[in-house]
């Protein structure tokens, strides 16, 4: 199959890319958009929360360009499901250190895992989350951000304080006992799904070498592309109007240039 425009249908608006040069791609891999789909943990059971990663074969420039294509894959998956779904809130989870040893990756994934399915059997049965770890500044310990809806049961507190940007009013979540925590209402998915994936960045691949990279519930949505052959030029008298957001991309090894649009 060839197509030169690959679009997706989001509950706010459509992202569609084009590429100059004619993309083919094969009919036979099932689920296509997801060929190289990292396992996710699964919070409603024991799952093991690290995967293989280094093949011992690679030269050192093999496992450099296989980090760079892995973390560009996690980041528009990321952005993908927080796309594909409408956000009610935006959260910070952090850890008393004097409680959870929040160098212990493994230790605070627990903490998460055991919070999340409380919160799904007893106060928010409909809850949809999108987390991702996040290394602190001190190169030691870790923390979530993530994307929730779904969640009237959870309680919120005033904290007297408003974000910096938005100065939108930040809550404290009192369901969470093992640390800090800041929360605030979602009015852009668009916006909210570009700033958590800015949290995937260069170190997420070091510090995160071995283990997962996001957690999601399993009653998300993802929104499957659709491929087109089209003339680009056509396209924008058409839509143009429409198009809230473009963005062009150059790949001179690959003599491909890429355009990405967003659509109201």
């Not at 420039?61 to 760079?68: A, I, Q, S």
Request: with cysteine; net charge neutral.
């Amino acid at each position: 199959m060839e197509y030169n425009c690959r679009v997706y249908d989001y509950p706010t608006g459509q992202h569609v890319t084009i590429y100059k040069r004619t993309i083919t791609r094969s009919d036979d891999t099932g689920n296509e958009e997801y060929e190289d789909l990292e396992v996710e943990a699964d919070m409603d059971t024991n799952v093991n929360f690290t995967k293989p990663y280094k093949n011992e074969d690679r030269t050192k420039e093999e496992e450099e360009y296989c980090k760079k294509v892995s973390l560009s894959g996690t980041k528009n998956r990321i952005y993908n499901i927080s796309r594909s779904n409408v956000w009610d809130w935006f959260i910070t989870l952090t850890f008393d250190r004097e409680r959870t040893d929040a160098s212990d990756y493994d230790i605070i994934v627990r903490r998460l895992q055991i919070f999340l399915n409380n919160l799904q059997k007893r106060q928010c049965p409909n809850l949809k989350y999108l987390i991702v770890p996040e290394f602190h500044d001190d190169k030691t310990h870790y923390h979530f951000h993530g994307l929730l809806s779904g969640c009237e049961g959870l309680r919120f507190k005033f904290s007297g304080h408003y974000s910096k940007k938005e100065k939108l009013p930040v809550y404290y979540i009192l369901n969470w006992k093992w640390g800090f925590t800041t929360a605030t209402r979602v009015y852009d998915t668009q916006r909210a799904s570009s700033y958590i994936t800015k949290y995937i960045s260069k170190d997420t691949g070091t510090f995160l070498k071995e283990k997962h990279r996001y957690y999601a519930s399993r009653n998300i949505s993802r929104a499957k592309p659709q491929y087109f052959i089209i003339d680009e030029e056509d396209f924008l008298k058409v839509y143009g109007s429409s198009i809230t957001y473009s963005k062009s991309v150059t790949i001179p090894d690959a003599h491909q240039q890429i355009n990405y649009y967003e659509i109201r």
